[in-house]
């Protein structure tokens, strides 16, 4: 998604972009610091792992600008005025696809499966629950993840493991907020003959039929925008945060799973999107 908003900006803006990819924790503080050696305008760190790394390279080069999408924001930190820290409102999405969940399943069981065990995968969790007791009181939710470590982000295994257990007990329809790991969910779905909920990305094309919808979060417009905010000369450090009113977050319907879903269901789903926009419905971020 965040290629996508660099291929955008390639597209209508004119710029020119590198990518580097690390190979661990500490190649991130290294290739931060040889893009800002190199004299790029703007250098952006493509995950939470990256906050630690950039805020080190973004204060000893203060004439290049820095952002880092799903910025880990410090209690009362105040950004650098050369470091934008990206963030979601994850929460808000997840409960869209909460509502349909709550609607379409039949059994009333429903399950999450989240990658590493942080506060920020906790946001999705706790939206996507408050979206479906919302949209059905009677709906009850199993939650797992993956694991402690950032590998709990990479084991389509562990994915498909956790999603077998939960579906064999009952459960009909999983949201995953697990990287790679919700790979294996998504297969255990169409496995089982039961239904995923993808996240970030479109994922419905990995199971047509078995993926109810997915949690889009548009990396890709985040990273064009502040792409565009260097270029136009507006760009300022600070936590950025991108949610349904600006079209940070949402949901998918496409050809893969349009079949799944009743007008009743996509009325719902409209409507609470409303509601949470005009600040009627208060969703948790825990």
Do not use: W
């Not at 020119?16 to 893009?35: N, Q, Y």
């Not at 952002?67 to 005025?81: F, I, N, Q």
């Not at 879903?261 to 509601?275: D, P, W």
């Amino acid at each position: 998604s965040a290629y996508r908003g660099l291929l955008l900006a390639a597209d209508e803006l004119g710029v020119t972009f590198t990518e580097f990819e690390p190979g661990g924790d500490a190649d991130r503080e290294t290739g931060l610091r040889k893009l800002a050696q190199s004299g790029y305008d703007l250098i952006i760190g493509v995950g939470f792992l990256f906050s630690d790394a950039i805020r080190s390279v973004a204060a000893d080069y203060p004439e290049t600008k820095f952002a880092c999408v799903d910025y880990d924001v410090r209690p009362e930190e105040t950004l650098p005025s050369n470091l934008a820290g990206l963030t979601f409102r994850e929460e808000e999405g997840s409960f869209l696809v909460g509502v349909l969940a709550g609607e379409f399943t039949e059994t009333d069981r429903i399950g999450f499966i989240g990658g590493m065990d942080i506060p920020l995968i906790h946001r999705f969790e706790a939206g996507f629950v408050a979206g479906a007791e919302y949209a059905n009181p009677r709906v009850s939710t199993t939650i797992a993840y993956a694991g402690s470590t950032p590998q709990a982000f990479a084991d389509p295994a562990k994915g498909k493991e956790l999603a077998l257990l939960q579906y064999g007990r009952g459960v009909d329809v999983i949201y995953h907020a697990s990287g790679s790991t919700g790979n294996g969910v998504i297969e255990a779905a169409k496995e089982a003959g039961r239904y995923a909920i993808g996240v970030d990305s479109n994922q419905n094309y990995m199971a047509p039929g078995h993926v109810l919808t997915s949690m889009v979060k548009r990396v890709d417009n985040a990273v064009y925008m502040t792409v565009k905010s260097v270029v136009d000369g507006t760009f300022e450090g600070g936590v950025r945060e991108f949610g349904l009113d600006d079209n940070g977050v949402g949901y998918a319907v496409d050809q893969y799973n349009e079949s799944l879903l009743t007008e009743g269901m996509i009325a719902s789903v409209e409507k609470a999107r409303a509601a949470i926009i005009a600040g009627e419905i208060d969703v948790p971020r825990e």
